[in-house]
Protein backbone atom coordinates (compact mmCIF):
# COMPACT_ATOMS: atom_id res chain seq x y z
CA UNK A 1 0.00 0.00 0.00
CA UNK A 2 1.75 3.25 -0.96
CA UNK A 3 1.26 6.79 0.50
CA UNK A 4 -0.92 8.63 -2.33
CA UNK A 5 -1.28 12.20 -3.47
CA UNK A 6 -5.05 11.93 -5.04
CA UNK A 7 -6.77 8.91 -3.84
CA UNK A 8 -9.50 7.12 -5.82
CA UNK A 9 -12.79 6.62 -3.96
CA UNK A 10 -16.12 4.67 -4.33
CA UNK A 11 -18.69 6.74 -2.96
CA UNK A 12 -22.82 6.75 -2.54
CA UNK A 13 -24.30 10.01 -2.20
CA UNK A 14 -28.05 10.32 -1.78
CA UNK A 15 -28.43 6.86 -3.45
CA UNK A 16 -25.90 7.57 -6.61
CA UNK A 17 -22.48 5.90 -6.66
CA UNK A 18 -19.82 7.88 -7.49
CA UNK A 19 -16.10 7.29 -8.55
CA UNK A 20 -13.91 10.21 -7.85
CA UNK A 21 -9.81 11.02 -7.72
CA UNK A 22 -10.03 13.38 -4.66
CA UNK A 23 -6.80 15.32 -3.32
CA UNK A 24 -5.23 13.55 -0.27
CA UNK A 25 -5.64 16.89 1.97
CA UNK A 26 -9.35 17.61 0.96
CA UNK A 27 -12.31 17.30 3.30
CA UNK A 28 -15.44 15.69 2.65
CA UNK A 29 -17.01 19.00 2.45
CA UNK A 30 -14.64 20.59 -0.03
CA UNK A 31 -15.25 17.45 -2.65
CA UNK A 32 -19.23 17.53 -1.97
CA UNK A 33 -19.06 21.62 -2.90
CA UNK A 34 -16.25 21.96 -5.32
CA UNK A 35 -15.91 18.87 -6.76
CA UNK A 36 -19.29 16.78 -7.01
CA UNK A 37 -21.36 20.56 -7.01
CA UNK A 38 -23.63 19.77 -4.00
CA UNK A 39 -23.54 23.20 -2.62
CA UNK A 40 -26.25 22.32 -0.13
CA UNK A 41 -24.02 21.41 2.62
CA UNK A 42 -22.32 24.95 3.90
CA UNK A 43 -19.38 25.90 4.70
CA UNK A 44 -19.03 27.76 7.83
CA UNK A 45 -16.23 27.78 10.79
CA UNK A 46 -14.10 25.00 9.08
CA UNK A 47 -13.25 23.53 12.35
CA UNK A 48 -16.10 21.52 13.70
CA UNK A 49 -17.64 24.54 16.12
CA UNK A 50 -21.16 25.17 14.00
CA UNK A 51 -22.05 22.24 12.21
CA UNK A 52 -23.28 23.69 8.98
CA UNK A 53 -21.40 21.31 7.12
CA UNK A 54 -23.17 18.57 8.78
CA UNK A 55 -23.98 15.27 6.63
CA UNK A 56 -24.55 11.81 7.63
CA UNK A 57 -21.91 9.16 6.65
CA UNK A 58 -22.69 5.56 6.70
CA UNK A 59 -25.99 6.81 9.20
CA UNK A 60 -24.28 8.83 11.71
CA UNK A 61 -24.02 12.92 11.54
CA UNK A 62 -20.77 14.02 11.37
CA UNK A 63 -18.83 17.40 10.60
CA UNK A 64 -17.84 16.90 6.30
CA UNK A 65 -15.12 19.42 7.16
CA UNK A 66 -13.47 17.23 9.66
CA UNK A 67 -13.49 14.44 7.42
CA UNK A 68 -10.93 13.78 4.86
CA UNK A 69 -12.62 12.57 1.27
CA UNK A 70 -9.52 9.43 1.14
CA UNK A 71 -11.73 8.27 4.40
CA UNK A 72 -14.79 7.89 2.16
CA UNK A 73 -14.26 4.95 0.06
CA UNK A 74 -17.32 2.66 0.22
CA UNK A 75 -19.11 5.24 2.51
CA UNK A 76 -22.93 6.02 1.95
CA UNK A 77 -23.70 9.73 2.21
CA UNK A 78 -26.54 11.75 3.01
CA UNK A 79 -26.71 15.06 1.95
CA UNK A 80 -29.48 17.71 2.43
CA UNK A 81 -30.31 17.62 -1.38
CA UNK A 82 -31.09 13.59 -0.66
CA UNK A 83 -33.73 14.31 1.58
CA UNK A 84 -36.27 15.48 -0.72
CA UNK A 85 -38.69 12.95 -2.72
CA UNK A 86 -40.15 13.07 -6.44
CA UNK A 87 -39.47 16.92 -5.74
CA UNK A 88 -41.25 17.31 -2.57
CA UNK A 89 -39.98 18.31 1.11
CA UNK A 90 -39.61 15.66 3.33
CA UNK A 91 -41.98 16.60 6.24
CA UNK A 92 -38.68 17.75 8.17
CA UNK A 93 -37.74 20.13 5.77
CA UNK A 94 -41.74 20.92 5.55
CA UNK A 95 -41.84 21.68 9.05
CA UNK A 96 -38.97 24.15 9.10
CA UNK A 97 -40.71 26.60 6.86
CA UNK A 98 -43.72 26.21 8.41
CA UNK A 99 -42.71 27.11 11.94
CA UNK A 100 -40.72 29.80 10.86
CA UNK A 101 -37.21 28.10 11.42
CA UNK A 102 -35.53 29.37 8.64
CA UNK A 103 -33.95 33.38 8.57
CA UNK A 104 -31.10 34.00 6.74
CA UNK A 105 -31.00 30.66 5.70
CA UNK A 106 -26.89 29.66 6.03
CA UNK A 107 -27.55 27.11 9.01
CA UNK A 108 -30.40 25.50 7.87
CA UNK A 109 -28.97 22.29 5.63
CA UNK A 110 -26.75 21.54 8.87
CA UNK A 111 -29.66 21.93 11.11
CA UNK A 112 -32.04 19.85 9.01
CA UNK A 113 -29.24 17.23 8.43
CA UNK A 114 -28.60 17.23 12.42
CA UNK A 115 -32.45 17.16 13.51
CA UNK A 116 -33.03 14.12 10.45
CA UNK A 117 -30.27 12.29 12.30
CA UNK A 118 -31.95 13.28 16.09
CA UNK A 119 -35.74 11.82 14.87
CA UNK A 120 -33.38 8.32 13.08
CA UNK A 121 -32.00 7.43 16.37
CA UNK A 122 -34.85 8.89 18.58
CA UNK A 123 -37.91 9.46 17.05
CA UNK A 124 -40.20 11.31 19.57
CA UNK A 125 -37.47 13.24 21.18
CA UNK A 126 -38.20 15.48 24.13
CA UNK A 127 -37.15 18.94 23.65
CA UNK A 128 -34.09 18.47 25.96
CA UNK A 129 -33.19 15.85 23.99
CA UNK A 130 -33.62 18.27 20.35
CA UNK A 131 -31.94 20.86 22.11
CA UNK A 132 -29.29 18.43 22.65
CA UNK A 133 -29.16 17.08 19.69
CA UNK A 134 -29.11 20.11 17.95
CA UNK A 135 -26.09 21.67 20.52
CA UNK A 136 -23.24 20.93 18.00
CA UNK A 137 -25.10 23.48 15.16
CA UNK A 138 -25.36 27.20 15.80
CA UNK A 139 -28.25 29.76 13.77
CA UNK A 140 -27.59 33.62 14.73
CA UNK A 141 -30.57 34.76 13.22
CA UNK A 142 -33.53 32.82 15.15
CA UNK A 143 -32.80 32.11 18.37
CA UNK A 144 -33.62 28.38 18.03
CA UNK A 145 -37.18 28.80 19.30
CA UNK A 146 -38.70 27.98 15.61
CA UNK A 147 -36.08 25.66 15.25
CA UNK A 148 -36.93 23.47 18.03
CA UNK A 149 -40.50 23.31 17.37
CA UNK A 150 -39.68 22.12 13.90
CA UNK A 151 -38.31 19.57 15.29
CA UNK A 152 -40.77 19.16 18.13
CA UNK A 153 -43.60 18.89 15.19
CA UNK A 154 -41.66 16.55 12.67
CA UNK A 155 -41.19 14.17 15.26
CA UNK A 156 -44.87 13.84 15.87
CA UNK A 157 -45.73 14.04 12.43
CA UNK A 158 -43.85 10.61 12.34
CA UNK A 159 -45.89 8.96 14.29
CA UNK A 160 -48.95 8.83 11.99
CA UNK B 1 -5.47 23.27 4.48
CA UNK B 2 -1.50 22.04 3.78
CA UNK B 3 -1.19 18.92 1.95
CA UNK B 4 0.06 15.97 2.65
CA UNK B 5 -0.17 12.25 1.63
CA UNK B 6 -2.52 9.22 2.76
CA UNK B 7 -1.84 6.02 3.37
CA UNK B 8 -4.23 3.15 4.26
CA UNK B 9 -2.91 0.06 5.42
CA UNK B 10 -4.66 -3.06 6.09
CA UNK B 11 -3.35 -4.11 8.37
CA UNK B 12 -1.05 -4.21 11.42
CA UNK B 13 2.44 -5.27 10.02
CA UNK B 14 1.96 -2.71 7.36
CA UNK B 15 0.77 0.19 9.72
CA UNK B 16 3.85 -0.29 11.78
CA UNK B 17 6.02 -0.59 8.41
CA UNK B 18 4.80 2.95 7.24
CA UNK B 19 5.50 4.22 10.86
CA UNK B 20 8.62 3.14 11.00
CA UNK B 21 9.10 4.58 7.31
CA UNK B 22 7.92 8.10 8.10
CA UNK B 23 8.36 8.44 12.13
CA UNK B 24 7.18 11.95 12.96
CA UNK B 25 6.31 12.79 9.67
CA UNK B 26 3.37 10.93 10.09
CA UNK B 27 0.01 11.00 11.90
CA UNK B 28 -2.33 8.46 12.68
CA UNK B 29 -6.30 9.29 11.49
CA UNK B 30 -9.16 7.41 12.87
CA UNK B 31 -11.65 10.12 14.29
CA UNK B 32 -10.03 12.93 13.05
CA UNK B 33 -11.70 16.28 14.84
CA UNK B 34 -8.91 17.15 16.57
CA UNK B 35 -5.92 16.06 13.55
CA UNK B 36 -7.78 18.12 11.18
CA UNK B 37 -8.45 21.40 12.94
CA UNK B 38 -4.56 21.12 13.29
CA UNK B 39 -4.11 20.36 9.60
CA UNK B 40 -6.42 23.19 8.41
CA UNK B 41 -4.50 25.62 10.59
CA UNK B 42 -1.37 24.45 8.80
CA UNK B 43 0.67 24.55 12.21
CA UNK B 44 1.75 19.89 12.26
CA UNK B 45 4.84 19.23 9.80
CA UNK B 46 3.56 16.33 8.50
CA UNK B 47 4.10 14.47 5.22
CA UNK B 48 1.99 11.43 5.22
CA UNK B 49 -1.63 11.33 6.95
CA UNK B 50 -2.18 7.16 7.59
CA UNK B 51 -5.58 6.21 8.13
CA UNK B 52 -5.96 3.44 11.03
CA UNK B 53 -10.15 2.40 9.96
CA UNK B 54 -8.80 -0.65 7.78
CA UNK B 55 -6.45 -2.29 10.23
CA UNK B 56 -8.28 -5.25 11.34
CA UNK B 57 -6.01 -5.63 15.03
CA UNK B 58 -6.97 -2.08 15.99
CA UNK B 59 -10.51 -2.88 17.27
CA UNK B 60 -13.54 -0.59 17.33
CA UNK B 61 -15.78 -2.53 19.90
CA UNK B 62 -15.68 -2.51 23.91
CA UNK B 63 -15.26 -5.88 25.03
CA UNK B 64 -15.40 -6.94 28.77
CA UNK B 65 -13.40 -9.96 29.39
CA UNK B 66 -12.20 -11.36 32.88
CA UNK B 67 -11.17 -8.20 35.43
CA UNK B 68 -10.94 -6.09 32.33
CA UNK B 69 -12.55 -3.93 30.26
CA UNK B 70 -11.44 -3.05 27.01
CA UNK B 71 -11.73 0.20 24.49
CA UNK B 72 -10.45 -0.35 21.12
CA UNK B 73 -8.67 2.12 19.51
CA UNK B 74 -11.18 2.71 17.02
CA UNK B 75 -14.16 3.09 19.25
CA UNK B 76 -16.10 6.41 18.61
CA UNK B 77 -16.85 8.74 21.75
CA UNK B 78 -20.39 8.24 21.40
CA UNK B 79 -20.61 4.48 21.58
CA UNK B 80 -18.23 3.65 24.29
CA UNK B 81 -20.45 5.93 26.62
CA UNK B 82 -23.93 4.00 25.47
CA UNK B 83 -21.76 -0.01 26.08
CA UNK B 84 -23.68 -1.74 28.60
CA UNK B 85 -20.46 -2.83 30.36
CA UNK B 86 -19.21 1.44 30.67
CA UNK B 87 -22.54 2.54 31.82
CA UNK B 88 -23.01 0.71 34.62
CA UNK B 89 -19.40 -0.25 36.12
CA UNK B 90 -17.74 3.26 34.64
CA UNK B 91 -20.49 6.62 35.29
CA UNK B 92 -17.36 8.89 35.22
CA UNK B 93 -16.43 7.76 31.88
CA UNK B 94 -20.04 7.72 31.07
CA UNK B 95 -21.06 11.72 32.06
CA UNK B 96 -17.41 12.49 30.44
CA UNK B 97 -18.01 11.20 27.52
CA UNK B 98 -21.51 12.56 26.67
CA UNK B 99 -20.49 16.08 27.16
CA UNK B 100 -17.04 15.70 24.52
CA UNK B 101 -17.51 18.17 21.62
CA UNK B 102 -21.12 17.81 19.90
CA UNK B 103 -23.10 14.80 18.80
CA UNK B 104 -20.97 15.19 15.24
CA UNK B 105 -17.64 15.03 16.94
CA UNK B 106 -18.97 12.55 19.55
CA UNK B 107 -19.64 9.94 16.11
CA UNK B 108 -16.50 10.37 14.90
CA UNK B 109 -14.29 11.19 16.98
CA UNK B 110 -12.26 7.87 19.21
CA UNK B 111 -11.57 7.94 23.71
CA UNK B 112 -8.24 6.55 21.93
CA UNK B 113 -7.77 10.12 19.74
CA UNK B 114 -8.82 12.31 22.56
CA UNK B 115 -6.04 10.73 25.18
CA UNK B 116 -3.16 10.71 22.18
CA UNK B 117 -3.94 14.48 22.04
CA UNK B 118 -2.60 14.94 25.42
CA UNK B 119 -4.75 18.51 25.40
CA UNK B 120 -4.79 18.83 29.14
CA UNK B 121 -8.57 19.63 29.41
CA UNK B 122 -9.14 16.12 27.51
CA UNK B 123 -12.38 15.12 29.15
CA UNK B 124 -12.27 11.28 29.09
CA UNK B 125 -8.95 11.66 30.52
CA UNK B 126 -9.55 12.29 34.54
CA UNK B 127 -12.02 9.54 34.25
CA UNK B 128 -9.64 7.20 32.46
CA UNK B 129 -6.65 7.92 35.16
CA UNK B 130 -8.88 7.71 37.90
CA UNK B 131 -9.78 4.28 37.23
CA UNK B 132 -6.16 3.60 36.30
CA UNK B 133 -6.90 3.01 33.05
CA UNK B 134 -3.96 0.81 30.86
CA UNK B 135 -2.35 1.80 27.77
CA UNK B 136 -0.84 -0.90 25.67
CA UNK B 137 1.73 0.12 22.67
CA UNK B 138 2.68 -1.56 19.84
CA UNK B 139 5.61 -1.02 17.77
CA UNK B 140 7.54 -3.45 15.30
CA UNK B 141 9.94 -3.94 18.36
CA UNK B 142 6.98 -5.70 20.80
CA UNK B 143 4.38 -4.27 22.81
CA UNK B 144 4.02 -2.51 26.50
CA UNK B 145 2.12 -1.52 28.40
CA UNK B 146 2.23 2.17 30.30
CA UNK B 147 -0.52 3.30 33.19
CA UNK B 148 -2.26 6.27 31.76
CA UNK B 149 -1.44 8.56 34.68
CA UNK B 150 2.35 8.44 33.71
CA UNK B 151 1.12 8.56 29.89
CA UNK B 152 1.77 12.39 29.51
CA UNK B 153 4.71 14.15 29.10
CA UNK B 154 3.17 17.86 28.40
CA UNK B 155 0.59 19.67 26.86
CA UNK B 156 0.39 17.38 23.08
CA UNK B 157 3.22 15.26 24.13
CA UNK B 158 3.47 11.53 25.20
CA UNK B 159 5.51 9.01 25.64
CA UNK B 160 4.42 7.13 22.56
CA UNK B 161 7.02 6.64 20.51
CA UNK B 162 7.44 7.95 16.93
CA UNK B 163 7.41 4.21 15.54
CA UNK B 164 4.41 3.17 18.23
CA UNK B 165 0.93 2.54 18.17
CA UNK B 166 -1.70 2.96 20.67
CA UNK B 167 -3.56 -0.57 20.75
CA UNK B 168 -5.65 -1.49 23.71
CA UNK B 169 -7.22 0.93 26.64
CA UNK B 170 -7.59 -1.50 29.43
CA UNK B 171 -9.52 -0.71 32.36
CA UNK B 172 -9.87 -2.64 35.40
CA UNK B 173 -13.13 -4.46 36.74
CA UNK B 174 -13.93 -2.51 39.86
CA UNK B 175 -12.88 -4.83 42.74
CA UNK B 176 -15.56 -4.40 46.35
CA UNK B 177 -18.02 -1.79 45.54
CA UNK B 178 -16.96 1.45 43.70
CA UNK B 179 -18.93 4.88 43.07
CA UNK B 180 -17.59 7.63 40.87
CA UNK B 181 -18.53 10.68 39.36
CA UNK B 182 -17.42 13.33 36.79
CA UNK B 183 -17.99 16.91 36.49
CA UNK B 184 -16.65 19.74 34.89
CA UNK B 185 -16.85 23.84 34.33
CA UNK B 186 -17.41 25.65 31.19
CA UNK B 187 -18.42 28.84 29.68
CA UNK B 188 -21.04 27.38 28.02
CA UNK B 189 -22.93 23.87 27.83
CA UNK B 190 -22.32 22.84 24.30
CA UNK B 191 -18.95 22.15 22.09
CA UNK B 192 -16.94 24.04 25.01
CA UNK B 193 -13.43 23.19 26.58
CA UNK B 194 -13.10 22.37 29.95
CA UNK B 195 -12.21 25.62 32.58
CA UNK B 196 -11.95 22.34 34.52
CA UNK B 197 -12.92 18.97 35.30
CA UNK B 198 -12.71 16.50 37.30
CA UNK B 199 -13.55 12.33 37.94
CA UNK B 200 -13.82 11.36 41.18
CA UNK B 201 -13.65 7.37 42.29
CA UNK B 202 -14.49 5.82 45.73
CA UNK B 203 -13.57 2.50 46.57
CA UNK B 204 -15.24 0.47 49.22
CA UNK B 205 -11.57 0.10 51.15
CA UNK B 206 -12.14 4.00 52.01
CA UNK B 207 -9.23 4.88 48.96
CA UNK B 208 -10.28 7.74 47.34
CA UNK B 209 -8.81 8.82 43.74
CA UNK B 210 -9.36 11.62 42.56
CA UNK B 211 -8.02 13.25 38.76
CA UNK B 212 -8.05 16.60 37.69
CA UNK B 213 -7.82 18.31 34.41
CA UNK B 214 -6.72 21.65 32.73
CA UNK B 215 -5.02 22.54 36.53
CA UNK B 216 -2.00 21.80 35.10
CA UNK B 217 0.37 20.63 31.82
CA UNK B 218 -0.61 17.14 32.45
CA UNK B 219 -3.80 15.53 34.08
CA UNK B 220 -3.43 15.37 38.11
CA UNK B 221 -4.08 12.32 39.80
CA UNK B 222 -4.82 12.70 43.72
CA UNK B 223 -5.07 9.51 46.14
CA UNK B 224 -6.25 9.72 49.73
CA UNK B 225 -6.89 6.88 51.93
CA UNK B 226 -8.52 8.08 55.52
CA UNK B 227 -11.53 6.62 54.25
CA UNK B 228 -13.51 9.68 55.17
CA UNK B 229 -14.46 10.56 51.27
CA UNK B 230 -16.07 7.66 51.33
CA UNK B 231 -17.83 7.45 54.77
CA UNK B 232 -21.43 9.11 54.62
CA UNK B 233 -21.23 10.17 58.40
CA UNK B 234 -18.50 12.23 57.58
CA UNK B 235 -19.34 15.74 58.04
CA UNK B 236 -19.54 18.28 55.21
CA UNK B 237 -16.64 20.54 56.91
CA UNK B 238 -14.12 17.38 57.27
CA UNK B 239 -14.39 16.40 53.57
CA UNK B 240 -13.82 19.90 52.80
CA UNK B 241 -10.62 19.71 54.40
CA UNK B 242 -9.52 16.70 52.70
CA UNK B 243 -10.56 17.72 49.11
CA UNK B 244 -8.75 21.03 50.05
CA UNK B 245 -5.61 18.86 50.68
CA UNK B 246 -6.21 16.35 47.31
CA UNK B 247 -6.53 19.72 44.86
CA UNK B 248 -3.05 21.57 46.46
CA UNK B 249 -1.38 19.28 43.92
CA UNK B 250 -3.29 21.14 40.85
CA UNK B 251 -1.32 24.15 39.61
CA UNK B 252 -3.58 26.06 37.41
CA UNK B 253 -2.77 29.18 35.30
CA UNK B 254 -4.88 31.93 34.17
CA UNK B 255 -5.35 31.79 30.80
CA UNK B 256 -7.99 32.63 27.66
CA UNK B 257 -11.02 30.32 29.17
CA UNK B 258 -10.39 31.03 33.03
CA UNK B 259 -8.21 33.24 35.54
CA UNK B 260 -6.13 31.10 37.94
CA UNK B 261 -8.41 32.40 40.94
CA UNK B 262 -11.94 31.42 39.34
CA UNK B 263 -10.28 27.86 38.65
CA UNK B 264 -9.07 27.37 41.62
CA UNK B 265 -12.31 28.28 42.83
CA UNK B 266 -14.35 26.04 40.78
CA UNK B 267 -12.24 23.38 41.54
CA UNK B 268 -13.23 22.91 45.24
CA UNK B 269 -17.27 23.47 43.96
CA UNK B 270 -16.82 20.94 41.19
CA UNK B 271 -14.81 18.37 43.86
CA UNK B 272 -17.78 19.00 46.46
CA UNK B 273 -20.34 18.30 43.70
CA UNK B 274 -18.35 15.04 42.37
CA UNK B 275 -17.50 13.72 46.04
CA UNK B 276 -21.28 14.06 46.85
CA UNK B 277 -22.26 12.20 43.56
CA UNK B 278 -19.74 9.42 43.88
CA UNK B 279 -20.57 8.64 47.61
CA UNK B 280 -24.13 8.05 46.59
CA UNK B 281 -23.22 5.59 44.19
CA UNK B 282 -20.89 3.91 46.25
CA UNK B 283 -23.34 3.65 48.94
CA UNK B 284 -25.89 2.32 46.31
CA UNK B 285 -23.34 -0.40 45.48
CA UNK B 286 -22.46 -1.08 49.20
CA UNK B 287 -26.52 -2.06 49.56
CA UNK B 288 -26.65 -3.84 46.15
CA UNK B 289 -24.25 -6.05 47.54
CA UNK B 290 -25.72 -7.24 50.71
Known amino acids: MNEMTTVPIAVTINQTRYDVEVKAHHTLLEVLREQLHLTGTKRSCGEGECGACTVLVNGEAVNSCLVLAAEMDGAEILTIEGLERNGELSPLQQAFLDRGAVQCGFCTPGMVMAAEYLLRTTPHPTEAEIREGLSGNLCRCTGYEGIVEAVKHAGRETDS | ?290
Open chain 2, 1 to 290: MQSFKYARPESLPELLELLEKFRDRARLISGGTDLLVKLQHGNLAVEVVIDIKRVAELSDRVVTTNGWVSIGPRAVIGRVVRHPGIESAYPALVEAGRIVGSVQIRNRATVAGNICTASPAADTVPPLCAYDARIRLVSTEGSREVPLRSFFVGPGKTVIAPNEVLAEIRVPAPHGAMGSSFDRITRRRGVDLATINIAGVLHDNGTAVFAFGAVAPTVVVAEETSGDLCDPTVSADRVDEVLKTLLATARPISDVRSSKEYREAMLLVAARRVQRTALERLTQARGGRE
